[in-house]
């Protein structure tokens, strides 16, 4: 039997719900020139609701945000053929010292407790981190791929 492609839309909490086991997305911002900068990101969902990146102040995705921080990520799950949803939002850059709290819960929402605290938060300040929250003002439909649903086989 073929795949056949879905499109659920969902409210709020069912995307939180979505959103908070995936870890993986494409995170697009605007470059100066107005053409879309694209990576691949590690992310989560902080206890406020946002999405959450860790990165470095100077890194493209960064700089993009701060100048424009209107963002959209498509957040994949695990599987490649498996479902994903695009989200878009304004975004938040932090830097340090104002990232490292937000560094902390972006840790813990992916890999849950660290074992040591203090060298996590001595680490994100020597390595001068910065967080990017991504405040949700749009989503689309929880997708998969497949075949059109209108299709006879």
């Given amino acids: 039997m073929p795949r056949i492609a879905t499109a659920d ?3 709020r909490d069912a995307l939180l719900e979505f959103l908070r086991p995936r870890h993986r997305a494409v995170l697009a911002t605007v470059r100066a020139d107005g053409t879309p900068q694209m990576s691949p990101v590690t992310c989560g ?3 406020g609701g946002r999405i959450v990146v860790s990165t470095y102040p100077a890194r493209a995705k960064a700089r993009n945000a ?3 921080p209107r963002v959209t990520l498509c957040v994949l799950s695990d599987d490649w053929n498996d ?3 695009q989200v878009g939002g304004r975004a938040e850059v932090l830097d340090m010292p104002d990232a490292l709290d937000g560094l902390v819960e972006y840790y813990r ?6 074992p ?3 060298e996590y938060r001595e680490a994100m300040a020597r390595q001068d ?3 990017i929250r991504v405040h949700i003002e749009s989503w689309g439909p929880i997708a998969t791929g497949g ?3 209108e299709l006879e086989f």
């Fill in 9 to 11: 839309k969902v409210d």
């Fill in 45 to 47: 969902v902080d206890s």
């Fill in 66 to 68: 701060r100048r424009n």
């Fill in 83 to 85: 479902a994903y949803v």
């Fill in 109 to 114: 929402c992916i890999s849950g407790e660290h």
């Fill in 116 to 118: 040591d605290w203090a």
């Fill in 129 to 131: 981190k910065s967080l």
């Fill in 147 to 149: 075949f059109p649903p």
